[in-house]
């Protein structure tokens, strides 16, 4: 996949009929219902939107400035069941903690599992610059640290994310024996 982070013009043709199938079907859903009822009208979704992104989360725990804090200590070994960390995250366009910040993760994650190492996320994303700038998604889900690949359910959003749906595809890009670790996020999320 390019970087085409903040960018959806690039989107898979499987997404442009996936967009598609969404405003037929909403256009269908309204055709339907009592055009004259008032709430029934307010909360049927308006037009929706795929958008398409990626950013890379920095989790530093070492130095004097950390963004990620143990705030309980669980098990001492391996699952770490109990333990839970707090963030405020930097997110950066590119892989490097000096490429262009473009919003904060903030939130927690648990170690909520005792016969694997899983997490249990609960983070928000406000974006800094750009296009969505002071727009924020939310993350909550179940992170499987023994996949390569992750996946984590974005479940809600405000400002050009609301109503938002979707997910992340979770890669670890790098790592260090202190816990420093950079995160690569590829996410999709269906909104208003
Ligand atoms: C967790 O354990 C470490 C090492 O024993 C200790 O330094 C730290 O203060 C503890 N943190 C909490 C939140 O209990
Ligand atoms: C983002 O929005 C905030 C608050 O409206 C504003 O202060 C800031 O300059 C904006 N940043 C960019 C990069 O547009």
Redesign the pocket.
Known sequence: MPNTTMDRSLLPKSLLFFMLFLFITTASVAGAKDPGHPLQSAMLPREEKVSRFRFYLHDVKSGKNPTSI????GS?STPFFGKVQMIDSVLTEGPELTSKQVGRCQGFYAYSAQQDIALLMDMNVVFTAGRYNGSTLSFMGRNSMLYKVREIPVVGGSGAFRMAQGYALVRTHWKDNIGDVTVQYDVVVVHQ
């Open positions: 143990t705030i309980i200590n001492a």
